[in-house]
T-cell receptor, first 110, second 111 residues
Framework: KNEVEQSPQNLTAQEGEFITINCSYSVGISALHWLQQHPGGGIVSLFMLSSGKKKHGRLIATINIQEKHSSLHITASHPRDSAVYICAVPPPGGADGLTFGKGTHLIIQP | DAMVIQNPRYQVTQFGKPVTLSCSQTLNHNVMYWYQQKSSQAPKLLFH???????NEADTPDNFQSRRPNTSFCFLDIRSPGLGDAAMYLCATSMALSEQFFGPGTRLTVL
């Protein structure tokens, strides 16, 4: 089973700040997922990446496969970015299904 | 819009009374998943279907069963809910080894 560690667990920042959330995992994978969960439960997939870097709007995700580490960055953060951000990886061997990290609870204050 | 739909959004049942949660999708994805998320915890995969092939996680209790009668629908059956089964149940779909699309979840309360 893949162990997924996220840091920080909680993060409070001011509007406009640059945000970084980190994720590390124990077993090599083919791809890593970043997801967003708002209060009330809905989960939205932000990125699925297997190498390098992806950008979508103010969100940037990077991954270093050799170091088993990924980061999610938010530029020019806004209160609407407040949510739980979750890193998730497939099981060893590349089967379907995800193992989730515990998530980073982000609060952006105006 | 193509989407993943879960019904009901909120379900209240009594201890030991069987309950069925429903998930449907219009994305025509071949993989459907059920996750359990307890309060303040990460979602945990219960099982998934790859087409009609059922894949159970080793630590999923026997109390939890699933059916997938066709590509669009998948059901989660809890045969005898206990207080510890109170949680948010999330359905997701994907093509194989691809991005997952989640439904809004069903929040189950066990009295």
């Amino acid at each position: 089973k893949n162990e997924v560690e996220q840091s920080p667990q909680n993060l409070t920042a001011q509007e406009g700040e640059f945000i970084t959330i980190n994720c590390s995992y124990s077993v090599g994978i083919s791809a890593l997922h970043w997801l967003q969960q708002h209060p009330g439960g809905g989960i939205v997939s932000l990125f699925m990446l297997s190498s390098g870097k992806k950008k979508h709007g103010r969100l940037i995700a990077t991954i270093n496969i050799q170091e088993k580490h990924s980061s999610l960055h938010i530029t020019a953060s806004h209160p609407r970015d407040s949510a739980v951000y979750i890193c998730a990886v497939p099981p060893p061997g590349g089967a379907d299904g995800l193992t989730f990290g515990k998530g980073t609870h982000l609060i952006i204050q105006p | 819009d193509a989407m993943v739909i879960q019904n009901p959004r909120y379900q209240v049942t009594q201890f030991g009374k069987p309950v069925t949660l429903s998930c449907s999708q219009t994305l025509n994805h071949n993989v459907m998943y059920w996750y359990q998320q307890k309060s303040s915890q990460a979602p945990k995969l219960l099982f998934h279907y790859y087409d009609k092939d059922f894949n159970n996680e080793a630590d999923t209790p026997d109390n939890f069963q699933s059916r997938r009668p066709n590509t669009s629908f998948c059901f989660l059956d809890i045969r005898s809910p206990g207080l510890g089964d109170a949680a948010m149940y999330l359905c997701a779909t994907s093509m194989a080894l691809s991005e997952q699309f989640f439904g809004p979840g069903t929040r189950l309360t066990v009295l």
